[in-house]
């Protein structure tokens, strides 16, 4: 089976695109790590997709923020006025659909997909002690996880913790043989908001037949995604790291 692994769209409906357009005719199913809204200005276009086209995804924290699920307590100023303004924004239905979304991990095909770790949806695994810290709780071969919106992720094996690096700045794709005997977690990076210092969209496929990730990472129209950012009435500087990539 081959998937198109995503994760952290955050309403960014020119990032989706582009992903879409890249990877045409390459993977059988989509599947998501969460965060769907949150930060971008087409909450409803990218609910309404994900509803139609996507196999299986788990939620994130911002889902569950914009659902009414959380207290926005640990949110900052602008990640809770972009939440406020999703929630105000979403259809019924689509707020719906938000509430029920399920809590990770889910099981699909002999691997997993987690929002932040696997024992904790809201838990950022970004350095190596983070992700030696819940080796315990990896307990099959492969997790796709989110969240951090770092493309990459880790490798666990009897040496130790390695960092899985993201793809070069100036390449399009890298690939990951998966070993026996090593277990994963591999973040395909976000769709729609990247922080890895490299403003491309990010995703993966995984071919679970070969055993084989390729991420990847695709340019798409960052000045339209800004624009409506702006038009929509969001803080600017959720506009601003869009060109960044942090
Ligand atoms: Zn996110």
């Known amino acids: 089976m081959r998937y198109l692994i995503l994760s952290d769209i955050h309403a960014n409906w020119e990032g989706l695109e582009a992903v879409l357009a890249s990877a045409r005719g390459e993977y059988d199913e989509i599947l998501c ?3 769907l809204v ?4 087409d909450p409803n276009r990218v609910i309404d997709w994900v509803r ?14 914009c659902a009414g699920l959380d207290d926005l307590e640990w949110f900052n100023p602008v990640a809770r006025a972009s939440a406020l303004w999703t929630q ?12 029920n979304l399920p809590q990770g991990p889910c099981p699909c095909n002999g ?7 696997p ?27 989110g969240h951090t919106h770092l493309q990459g992720g880790f490798a666990l094996q009897a040496a130790g913790v390695r960092r899985l690096t993201k793809v070069p700045l100036k390449e399009m794709e890298m690939s990951l043989a998966l070993e026996p005997g090593v277990r994963y977690l591999v973040n395909p990076g976000s ?48 506009a601003a790291r869009l060109s960044a990539g942090v």
């Open 33 to 35: 790590c969460g965060d």
């Open 38 to 41: 949150g930060y971008g200005a």
């Open 52 to 65: 139609e086209n996507i196999a299986a995804v788990v939620r994130g924290n911002h889902d569950k923020a």
């Open 88 to 99: 105000a924004s979403l259809s019924h239905e689509n707020l719906q659909y938000l509430v």
């Open 111 to 117: 691997f997993e997909l987690i929002h932040g770790s």
């Open 119 to 145: 024992e904790d949806e809201d838990e950022y695994l970004i350095s190596i002690e983070d992700a030696r810290l819940v080796s315990a709780s990896v307990r099959i071969p492969l997790f796709f996880f």
């Open 191 to 238: 769709v729609g908001q990247p922080r890895d210092g490299d403003c491309r969209a990010a995703y993966v496929l995984y071919d679970s037949a070969q055993g084989l990730v390729r991420y990847r990472r695709v340019p798409y129209d960052i000045a339209g995604a800004q624009r409506r950012i702006i038009e929509a009435g969001l803080p600017p500087l959720l």
